[in-house]
């Protein structure tokens, strides 16, 4: 008979929360029992989880207690640093969206099809990348295992549902003449380089994450990384043009195969995918594929994806199916 497994939904009424609960439908992820958790406010909420009503409840140190294999959390910084232990103790394995966990060291930083194989049975937090990253290094990998990455360059155009409900909110505040509650300045017919706080250096934790977390989830400390990240007025869908230079020689036709070949759809001559194109799957996206002549073994390519999905939800869940998948739970 087939494993079942008991999960638990931290942030279940946020944005991306909502979306594990829809993935986990879509994939019909084996469960035998689910579990929505939010704070206090959202308390005793009705969530439809494959046609049957669940309650909110509040989480609690003691909301683990009662066994849980899978705990995804997706509800800030914060409560996981405060709740993550507790679900680990009582054995869930927690795959955690926010940025809490990243870096630390003997936490895993996870995008299956990159570096699933550093995972062991012995994991109970891992961390699921920062979103833009996340689009990024999928290709990136590709590139490094043919042409050897020596730097990358980094641009992002970020939709405002990586902001949560918060980000939307203001982007409708704009359309209608209203000033912003959440980004410093309006993102209606505006774009912000501003994403998450700025650092003494004059980057921001945004550009940080990105530089940091390409490092870790490639294994590759010393790789030259830069980074500018800038919110767009775009509903869904994240966009990044990349600049790589390599050691070796670069082969067009070899890489697109290659692309392709790990499932991303590649945009060939003048066609080129839009977050327009992207929003509701989970596919990454590239194009706009080209020689950069301007340094030696240069390349310019645009990654789309849709941010709440692959950049969030679909990957924290694709960890737990590569844990099952491995049998490493
Ligand atoms: P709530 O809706 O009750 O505030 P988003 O990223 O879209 O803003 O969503 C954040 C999610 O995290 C929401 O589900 C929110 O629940 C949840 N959350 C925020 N703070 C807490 C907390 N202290 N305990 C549990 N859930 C929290």
């Known amino acids: 008979m087939k ?4 999960v638990a939904v931290v942030g279940a009424t946020g944005m991306v929360g909502q979306t594990f609960i829809k993935v986990l439908e879509e994939r019909n992820f084996p469960i ?15 969530i439809t989880f494959q046609g049957l009503p669940h309650i909110v409840r509040e989480l609690t140190t003691t909301s683990f207690n009662e066994g849980f294999d899978f705990a995804l959390f997706s509800a800030g910084g914060e409560t996981s640093l ?16 926010s940025s809490a966990w990243r870096m630390k060291s003997g936490y895993p930083l996870i995008v299956p099809e990159v570096n699933g194989q550093v995972l062991t049975s012995k994991d109970r937090i891992i961390a699921n990348p920062n979103c833009s990253t996340i689009q990024s290094v999928v290709p990136l990998k590709v590139i490094h295992d043919l042409f050897h990455l020596k730097r990358v360059v980094y641009s992002t155009y970020q939709a405002v549902s990586g902001s949560g409900y918060k980000g939307v909110f203001d982007l409708e505040r704009g359309k209608n003449n209203q000033d912003p ?21 004059g980057y921001t934790k945004e550009e940080k994450k990105m530089i940091d977390e390409t490092r870790k989830i490639l294994g590759m400390n010393d790789l030259k990384v ?22 070796k020689r670069i082969d067009l036709s070899l890489l697109r ?24 799957r989970d596919q990454i996206y590239v194009g706009r594929l080209r020689l950069d002549d301007s340094v030696t073994n240069g390349l310019n390519l645009w990654v789309v994806a849709d941010n709440i999905r692959k950049g969030a939800a679909t990957n924290a869940i694709e960890i737990a199916e590569y844990l099952i998948k491995e049998g490493l739970k």
Request: charged content about 25%; aromatic content about 10%.
């Open 3 to 6: 494993k079942t497994y008991r």
């Open 32 to 46: 035998s029992k689910i579990v929505f958790f939010a704070s206090k406010r959202s308390a005793g909420q009705e």
């Open 82 to 97: 405060n709740y993550a232990p507790y679900a680990a103790e009582q054995g869930a394995t927690v795959i955690d969206n």
């Open 181 to 201: 509650q959440f980004y410093a300045k309006p993102i209606y017919e505006n774009v912000l380089p501003h994403i998450d706080d700025f650092l003494e250096s």
């Open 226 to 247: 830069t980074a500018t990240c800038v919110r767009v007025p775009v509903l869904n869908g994240h966009s990044v043009s990349i600049n790589v230079e390599c050691e």
């Open 257 to 280: 195969e290659e692309l392709k070949s790990i499932g991303i759809r590649v945009f060939e001559k003048n066609n080129y995918p839009t977050p327009k194109d992207v929003s509701g």
